[in-house]
């Protein structure tokens, strides 16, 4: 199986802020579009940024993504984020 490449690669920074303690989340990480890969050939990979708060205990310290397009991929940040209750503001 040969090798992937990488074409594109990015650096992101996903803000959100949690609706209930009004704590704004952040997370920090790298968008890779990969050239030759069929399935899912948009990776972002998140790492978090988030202080010693409640919202660091119940959210991820590392989390990746994959889809088809970009916005396939931030819809799916979008969704996680407002199934933790936070409100994606990128």
């Known amino acids: 199986m ?3 490449k990488i074409i594109y690669q990015a650096n992101q920074e996903v803000i959100g802020k949690h609706v209930q303690s009004n704590e704004w989340v952040m997370y920090s990480g790298e968008l890779i579009p990969i ?3 069929k399935t899912n050939p ?3 990979k998140l790492r978090s940024e988030i ?9 991820e310290e ?3 993504f994959k889809g088809n397009s ?3 991929v931030f819809g799916k940040v979008a969704k996680w984020y407002l199934k ?3 409100i994606f503001q990128n």
């Open 42 to 44: 948009i990776i972002l």
């Open 51 to 59: 202080d010693d708060t409640f919202i660091g205990e119940f959210m």
């Open 84 to 86: 933790n209750g936070i």
């Open 35 to 37: 050239y030759n890969q």
């Open 70 to 72: 970009v916005s396939n």
């Open 62 to 64: 590392k989390k990746e």
């Open 2 to 4: 040969p090798k992937t």
